[in-house]
């Protein structure tokens, strides 16, 4: 049974965008700060972005600061949350499988916390 699913992938040329979706089932992001990693061949599980529960407080890594925006949506009826990541300006080095999961925020550090089982990602490939 798939809790944790991310869509929204695809191949597009440098320059272009992309809006990435997680969709976690149940009540697994309720309460809970998410993120938005990525894996390449170069890097296990970097932080990409992160946004509060609440929505008010946002993260965004270095490399991707004023190209990535995060939000997010609860819906209470199913019980489920949305976490959208929309990605313009993307650059070969974005190629990589995105996937989402629970962080926390300590201080200005935002760090994977208690996780859920990961989903199978979705791949985002950039060409030159």
């Known amino acids: 049974q798939v809790q944790v699913a991310e869509s929204g992938g695809g191949l597009v040329q440098a320059g272009g965008s992309l809006r990435l979706s997680c969709v976690a089932s149940?009540?697994?992001?309720?309460?809970?700060?998410v993120g938005w990693f990525r894996r390449s061949p170069e890097k296990d599980h970097e932080l990409v972005a992160a946004i509060t529960q609440s929505g008010n407080t946002t993260y965004s890594a270095d490399f991707v600061k004023g190209r990535f925006t995060i939000s997010r949506q609860t819906d209470n009826s199913h019980e489920s949350t949305t976490v959208c990541l929309q990605m313009n300006d993307l650059e070969p080095e974005d190629t990589a499988v995105y996937f989402c999961?629970?962080?926390?925020?300590?201080?200005?550090?935002?760090?994977?916390?208690?996780?859920?089982?990961w989903g199978q990602g979705t791949q985002v490939s950039v060409s030159s």
């Open positions: 999961n629970r962080v926390r925020r300590f201080g200005d550090h935002w760090v994977l916390f208690d996780p859920v089982a």
């Open positions: 149940e009540r697994l992001f309720m309460g809970f700060s």
